[in-house]
């Protein structure tokens, strides 16, 4: 299912993001044991976020007849003239320094890319034989939606049976906040290049129902749609 390569970088991640997300426990005194059990607890959360996305996102790949893999966030070159022969891995060292600088109430959480490419034989009689951008775009916006709705889950499943959800939840939230910026090779730059309206309506929905949906759940999900919807329209309207 994931090459060897793929699996390391997914498990340095979900380790990463783990440390990140449980640098700070909450508590006013640190003690070792107690910091250790709730790192173990975050480590299966982040592990079932990371892995529901990466398997949604293998799905639609396929069905797309391409071949996708999780890489490293790499940067190869720093500043104008310094090149960096194997690459930074620029998202993992943002992830541990904001960690650290904040005390661990900063979760950058973009450390990995999604490399994408065509499978070339199946996909003959097609009109395009080439991955579009359209097509890129379609199958990263799955991911961000997988996250989606783990958060949207944790939260009704939270309401329903009284139970604390609210790190699954937040875990999921940061996941699809910072994987959505358009920059570099993320997920949000696949998006917002390769169908802007799917990236409108993605953001808008996210930071709405981000302030809203404490509130009420139903309530923030309709006008966090609602708004989404509208501003997809005018985007649409204006510059389709």
Do not use: C
């Amino acid at each position: 299912m994931f090459t060897k390569k793929e699996s390391f970088f997914l498990f340095l991640s979900i380790l990463i993001l783990s440390l990140v997300f449980g640098f700070d426990d909450g508590t006013s005194v640190f003690v070792l044991n107690n910091w250790l059990i709730n790192l173990l607890r975050i480590f299966l959360l982040v592990s079932v976020a990371i892995l529901f996305r990466e398997l949604i996102i293998k799905l639609f790949a396929k069905r797309h007849e391409a071949i996708r893999e999780y890489a490293p966030w790499l940067i190869h070159q720093f500043w104008f003239n310094k090149k960096i022969s194997r690459g930074l891995p620029f998202g993992i060292f943002l992830s541990l320094i904001g960690a650290v600088v904040s005390s661990g109430k900063l979760f950058f959480t973009a450390l990995g890319v999604h490399d994408l490419r065509e499978n070339t034989n199946p996909r003959v009689g097609r009109k395009f034989q080439n991955l579009e951008y359209r097509e890129e775009a379609q199958i990263v916006s799955m991911g961000v939606l997988a996250n989606l709705f783990l958060a949207i889950a944790g939260l009704i499943i939270g309401y329903l049976f009284n139970l604390n959800m609210s790190l699954f939840v937040t875990i999921n939230f940061w996941i699809v906040l910072f994987n959505i910026v358009p920059i570099s090779e993320l997920d949000g730059a696949k998006i917002f290049f390769g169908s802007l309206l799917t990236y409108v309506f993605l953001l808008i929905f996210l930071v709405t129902a981000f302030l809203l949906i404490k509130s009420s759940i139903v309530f923030g999900l309709l006008i966090a749609f609602i708004v989404a919807s509208i501003a997809m329209f005018l985007v649409y309207y204006f510059f389709g």
